[in-house]
Every structure is written in structure tokens, then in C-alpha cells.
């Protein structure tokens, strides 16, 4: 079926590209250090390929291979006649899905680049030509099971249209959204539909529509005089009535109790805490930068001028705290340390504080069920598959083992990612080179990086990973705010990351973001 031709060696300077034109054989491409980005004519979107990845090239497309790295990039081409076409990749908004892997990807890809000096493939040794041959078909074998796992996925019209439900009740949620009409564009029944959106989300639309325009009173009636009426019209509700029956429902306390006890003015002196009082829809009057403890004598006045109702602090020295109950009510909750409540205590502490018991738990609720979801989809996709949880930073590594309780809790309890056994008995590891962390016995990683890190860090990152792990590897690429604060809104950016990436099938492939 198909019938080896040629090797070409293409080498991409760094912080460059190279044009490559187009042939009338269809091309196999191999990135065999480094990353690259690529984009064939007449395609608009680009996908990317890192080290030990294969894609493919259609005949007579011309290909244009980025590469956004400190060092040169070399992809071998490997063309190729085919007695029957090999099937096209299928459109999708994740163009990246061009490239894939082999269980074995350097065998083929050695054997490749030792005949690209050979000379004529006619002229080589019968079993040199065989040996091409079987690794062509592997190759090309490996290219349509992608392809075709691809097209059953991510490009599921279904899956687009609950993309775009999504998209649609996040974005316009203050209009009126006919839920029955999406519901109908979607080509699918509404049961259908209505299945598909709960399995994507954890949420039906209508209870996804109510979260979102709930959460977005919230800041609304915290932080401007505006009245209930105005509040309810402003998030797509025409009754003021029902919206104030629905926020009591959710919430607790009415709308207008709400906003008595959040329009306080609040002093928050643990960055930590700023995520908790977001969740609750409040955002502080003063909240001074870290490390403010240094400079408390200056500080401290300017703390007096905002007038506080009510202050948020983590333990402090015995006379600044002195100072700090002088000037109003304190609330002192430690965030680190075996005293430490979880996350989830200090959530309702701090409403508790704020007489809003409610409104954490309707928060806590809504978080469950977004993690029951995500639990489902780990287990569906990596099937209980170990992996290493690795903060990396601009410095080194940190593995986080189970007793470690700030991420491991999230990642290993909540959404269920199975710990290796070379991790069960630890709290952390320091490590300075990623070699120290892939000596693990585990093949798979889920890296945390910090948003102050560029994404090519992470992407040639987790080549490095796979090209240690010889291709034997599913890597996923999680980003985070730095410095890390483990509150309720980082928690839940984490989970929503870790889903989205899932759903887009981003576990089994190389984690490059545009």
C-alpha cells in the first residue's frame, strides 16, 4: 500500500521558521529535537509538535515549521507513494491534533534518518528496505487510529454545539437565552443535548445559567449602591421578585441582606484570603502587599484612614496585632501549618465572619459537583494510569506527594489522579534538574507551571519529559497564579483547567497553548 521514497533532514534556526514547499508525495514529519509550530497552506489553524512527535503532510501542501525556541529544532520528512489515500486529518478548532505518537517513536524515526545519506532506496540492502517499509506502515498505521480518535472526540458536532451553549450562557448570560433553541441547533434530540452539556459541565443549562448569573449578582450587590431591581435586570432577570425568591433559595439571605453585610468595608492583610472573599463576591477596601509586616508602622495609617468595619489577618506579632484590634473588630485565621484548617474550613470561617453561611455553602456545593464531574472524566480517560503531580519553577522542581496536602488534595483526593507508588510516603521533593524527577519510576507527569513563566518553558518542558521517558508518557500542562495562593478561586481555576484540558484530549499529547 505504501512505498518508501526519501528522507530529508530540515533544520529550524531558533526564534525562526523555514518554508518547506510542497511535493506531489505525501510526507510523514518528525520533530527529532526540540518543538516546533507548523501551518500548511490553505489551513488557517497551526498545530504543534514536539520531540518524538509524528505528523502528517499532505501531497502538494506547502509547510511552514515555527520554532519558538533558544536552539535549533531538526524534523525529518519522510516522503512516501500511497495506492490509496491516507485518510485526511479532520477539521478541528485544536489544529494540534495533526501530530501523534508511536509506542516506540525513535526506531522508526533512527531508521529514517540513518537512509537520508544512504543513497537510492533501490540500492540499499534487501533488509534495510524491509525494515523501512514496516516502520513506514507503523507510522502510517499510528496517523489513522489518531485520526480517526480525533474525529470521535473533539470534533463531534455534538461536542462543538455544547462548546458553544457554554460559551454563549458565560458570555451573554444577561440576555434571554432560549435554551430549547441551542438545544435544537445541535442536530441532536434535547435529551440528547441536555445529556451531552451535563456531561461536559456537571451542570444541566439551566442550572449552569443560574450559577453564573447568581455568582455575578454577587459582586454586583457588594460593591455599588445599586438597587435590587436594577441588580436583577442586570443579570438577564426581568422579575425582581423571582430573582430575590431565587438568590434566598441559593443563597441563604436575601438579595438586600446580602448587600448590608458585603458593602462592609473590609481590610484583608493575607493576600491568601482575597481568593475566599471572591468567592463570597467581595472584594477588600485595603489589602496591603505581601510581606507588609516589615513596614507595619507605615502601613498601619494608611490602614487607619480606610476605616475598616472589619479585618482579615493571618497570625501576627502580639503588637501589631494590639494595634491592628484598635483600630477594628480582627478575625485571625491561619492559613499554613498543622493548625491550618482546609481550605474549605477557612472558606467558612470567613463567611461565617461575614454572617454569609450560605453563600459558602451554595459556593462549596457548586465546586463538588464540578469535581464529581472531573473525577468522572479522569477515570474515563486515564483509567487509574499514576502520574506525578510537579510544580516547576524558574529555580527547579517540587514533586507533590499525598501527605502534602495543598495540591495533592485537589489533584489525588478531589479529582481522583492516581498516586504512583514512588510518591505514596511523600509530603514533597526538591529537585533542581528535571532528570532528578524523571528518575521517578513514573512515566506519566502533570505539571503545574506559575503564569510568570512563559508557555514555551512549559512546552519544551514537557518534550524534555517525553524524549527522558522515550515516548512512554501522557503529559499534561496545568498554569497557575504566581505566587501560589491556596484559596477557593485558585482551587477552582485549577479543576476548571484540568477538565478543559481533558475534554480536549490534551492528556495524550504535547501541551503547547498559543
Same mark, same amino acid.
Given at each position: 500500500?505504501?512505498?518508501?521514497?526519501?528522507?530529508?533532514?530540515?533544520?529550524?534556526?531558533?526564534?525562526?521558521?523555514?518554508?518547506?514547499?510542497?511535493?506531489?508525495?505525501?510526507?510523514?514529519?518528525?520533530?527529532?529535537?526540540?518543538?516546533?509550530?507548523?501551518?500548511?497552506?490553505?489551513?488557517?489553524?497551526?498545530?504543534?509538535?514536539?520531540?518524538?512527535?509524528?505528523?502528517?503532510?499532505?501531497?502538494?501542501?506547502?509547510?511552514?515549521?515555527?520554532?519558538?525556541?533558544?536552539?535549533?529544532?531538526?524534523?525529518?520528512?519522510?516522503?512516501?507513494?500511497?495506492?490509496?489515500?491516507?485518510?485526511?486529518?479532520?477539521?478541528?478548532?485544536?489544529?494540534?491534533?495533526?501530530?501523534? *505518537? !508511536?509506542?516506540?517513536?525513535?526506531?522508526?524515526?533512527?531508521?529514517? #534518518? $540513518?537512509?537520508?545519506? =544512504?543513497? /537510492?532506496?533501490? %540500492? +540499499?540492502?534487501?533488509?534495510? *528496505? !524491509?525494515?523501512?517499509?514496516?516502520?513506514?506502515?507503523?507510522?502510517? #498505521? $499510528?496517523?489513522?487510529? =489518531?485520526? /480517526?480518535?480525533? %474525529? +470521535?472526540?473533539?470534533?463531534?458536532? !455534538?461536542?462543538?454545539?455544547?462548546?458553544?451553549?457554554?460559551?454563549?450562557?458565560?458570555?451573554?448570560?444577561?440576555?434571554?437565552?432560549?435554551?430549547?433553541?441551542?438545544?435544537?441547533?445541535?442536530?441532536?434530540?434535547?435529551?440528547?443535548?441536555?445529556?451531552?452539556?451535563?456531561?461536559?459541565?456537571?451542570?444541566?443549562?439551566?442550572?449552569?445559567?443560574?450559577?453564573?448569573?447568581?455568582?455575578?449578582?454577587?459582586?454586583?450587590?457588594?460593591?455599588?449602591?445599586?438597587?435590587?431591581?436594577?441588580?436583577?435586570?442586570?443579570?438577564?432577570?426581568?422579575?425582581?421578585?423571582?430573582?430575590?425568591?431565587?438568590?434566598?433559595?441559593?443563597?441563604?439571605?436575601?438579595?438586600?441582606?446580602?448587600?448590608?453585610?458585603?458593602?462592609?468595608?473590609?481590610?484583608?492583610?493575607?493576600?491568601?484570603?482575597?481568593?475566599?472573599?471572591?468567592?463570597?463576591?467581595?472584594?477588600?477596601?485595603?489589602?496591603?502587599?505581601?510581606?507588609?509586616?516589615?513596614?507595619?508602622?507605615?502601613?498601619?495609617?494608611?490602614?487607619?484612614?480606610?476605616?475598616?468595619?472589619?479585618?482579615?489577618?493571618?497570625?501576627?506579632?502580639?503588637?501589631?496585632?494590639?494595634?491592628?484590634?484598635?483600630?477594628?473588630?480582627?478575625?485571625?485565621?491561619?492559613?499554613?501549618?498543622?493548625?491550618?484548617?482546609?481550605?474549605?474550613?477557612?472558606?467558612?470561617?470567613?463567611?461565617?465572619?461575614?454572617?454569609?453561611?450560605?453563600?459558602?455553602?451554595?459556593?462549596?456545593?457548586?465546586?463538588?459537583?464540578?469535581?464529581?464531574?472531573?473525577?468522572?472524566?479522569?477515570?474515563?480517560?486515564?483509567?487509574?494510569?499514576?502520574?506525578?503531580?510537579?510544580?516547576?519553577?524558574?529555580?527547579?522542581?517540587?514533586?507533590?506527594?499525598?501527605?502534602?496536602?495543598?495540591?495533592?488534595?485537589?489533584?489525588?483526593?478531589?479529582?481522583?489522579?492516581?498516586?504512583?507508588?514512588?510518591?505514596?510516603?511523600?509530603?514533597?521533593?526538591?529537585?533542581?534538574?528535571?532528570?532528578?524527577?524523571?528518575?521517578?519510576?513514573?512515566?506519566?507527569?502533570?505539571?503545574?507551571?506559575?503564569?510568570?513563566?512563559?508557555?514555551?518553558?512549559?512546552?519544551?518542558?514537557?518534550?524534555?519529559?517525553?524524549?527522558?521517558?522515550?515516548?512512554?508518557?501522557?503529559?499534561?500542562?496545568?498554569?497557575?497564579?504566581?505566587?501560589?495562593?491556596?484559596?477557593?478561586?485558585?482551587?477552582?481555576?485549577?479543576?476548571?483547567?484540568?477538565?478543559?484540558?481533558?475534554?480536549?484530549?490534551?492528556?495524550?499529547?504535547?501541551?503547547?497553548?498559543?
Amino acid at each position: 500500500m505504501l512505498s518508501y521514497l526519501d528522507t530529508t533532514l530540515v533544520r529550524v534556526p531558533e526564534s525562526g521558521g523555514v518554508d518547506v514547499a510542497g511535493d506531489e508525495a505525501p510526507r510523514f514529519g518528525f520533530v527529532q529535537r526540540e518543538h516546533v509550530s507548523a501551518t500548511m497552506e490553505d489551513e488557517a489553524a497551526d498545530f504543534a509538535a514536539a520531540s518524538g512527535d509524528w505528523f502528517f503532510v499532505p501531497s502538494r501542501r506547502r509547510l511552514t515549521l515555527y520554532n519558538p525556541g533558544p536552539a535549533p529544532a531538526d524534523v525529518l520528512l519522510v516522503r512516501f507513494r500511497a495506492s490509496e489515500a491516507v485518510p485526511a486529518w479532520p477539521a478541528s478548532e485544536g489544529g494540534d491534533r495533526r501530530a501523534f *505518537r !508511536l509506542p516506540r517513536s525513535r526506531a522508526p524515526a533512527e531508521a529514517f #534518518a $540513518a537512509s537520508a545519506g =544512504a543513497g /537510492r532506496f533501490e %540500492a +540499499l540492502p534487501l533488509e534495510t *528496505r !524491509l525494515e523501512l517499509q514496516a516502520h513506514l506502515h507503523a507510522v502510517a #498505521a $499510528a496517523c489513522v487510529a =489518531a485520526a /480517526r480518535a480525533a %474525529a +470521535l472526540s473533539a470534533d463531534d458536532p !455534538l461536542h462543538r454545539h455544547v462548546e458553544e451553549a457554554r460559551r454563549a450562557i458565560r458570555d451573554r448570560f444577561d440576555e434571554h437565552l432560549d435554551m430549547e433553541e441551542l438545544a435544537r441547533l445541535s442536530g441532536a434530540s434535547p435529551s440528547r443535548f441536555y445529556q451531552a452539556f451535563r456531561e461536559h459541565t456537571g451542570f444541566s443549562p439551566h442550572k449552569l445559567l443560574t450559577a453564573v448569573r447568581l455568582n455575578a449578582s454577587l459582586a454586583r450587590l457588594s460593591n455599588a449602591p445599586a438597587s435590587i431591581m436594577a441588580v436583577a435586570h442586570s443579570v438577564g432577570y426581568a422579575d425582581e421578585l423571582y430573582f430575590s425568591r431565587l438568590f434566598k433559595k441559593h443563597m441563604g439571605v436575601s438579595p438586600s441582606e446580602y448587600a448590608s453585610r458585603a458593602n462592609r468595608r473590609i481590610a484583608n492583610l493575607c493576600p491568601v484570603f482575597e481568593g475566599d472573599l471572591a468567592a463570597l463576591g467581595i472584594a477588600s477596601a485595603f489589602a496591603p502587599p505581601r510581606g507588609w509586616e516589615a513596614r507595619a508602622e507605615e502601613l498601619l495609617p494608611n490602614l487607619r484612614a480606610a476605616k475598616p468595619d472589619l479585618i482579615f489577618t493571618h497570625p501576627v506579632p502580639d503588637d501589631i496585632q494590639a494595634e491592628l484590634t484598635r483600630i477594628a473588630p480582627v478575625e485571625r485565621i491561619v492559613w499554613k501549618g498543622p493548625e491550618a484548617p482546609s481550605w474549605k474550613e477557612r472558606l467558612r470561617r470567613i463567611a461565617g465572619a461575614l454572617e454569609l453561611p450560605g453563600v459558602a455553602e451554595r459556593w462549596l456545593s457548586l465546586f463538588e459537583t464540578k469535581a464529581a464531574n472531573a473525577r468522572t472524566h479522569v477515570n474515563e480517560r486515564l483509567g487509574g494510569s499514576p502520574f506525578l503531580l510537579v510544580g516547576a519553577f524558574a529555580g527547579g522542581f517540587r514533586v507533590f506527594g499525598p501527605q502534602r496536602k495543598k495540591m495533592s488534595d485537589l489533584f489525588y483526593k478531589e479529582l481522583g489522579f492516581a498516586p504512583p507508588p514512588a510518591a505514596l510516603g511523600l509530603g514533597f521533593l526538591d529537585a533542581e534538574r528535571i532528570e532528578d524527577v524523571a528518575a521517578l519510576p513514573c512515566d506519566n507527569v502533570l505539571f503545574l507551571l506559575p503564569d510568570s513563566l512563559p508557555v514555551a518553558f512549559g512546552f519544551r518542558l514537557a518534550a524534555e519529559w517525553r524524549e527522558r521517558k522515550s515516548g512512554r508518557t501522557a503529559c499534561l500542562l496545568i498554569r497557575h497564579s504566581d505566587p501560589s495562593l491556596y484559596n477557593a478561586a485558585f482551587y477552582e481555576s485549577l479543576l476548571d483547567q484540568t477538565v478543559n484540558h481533558l475534554l480536549r484530549g490534551d492528556i495524550l499529547k504535547s501541551p503547547y497553548e498559543k
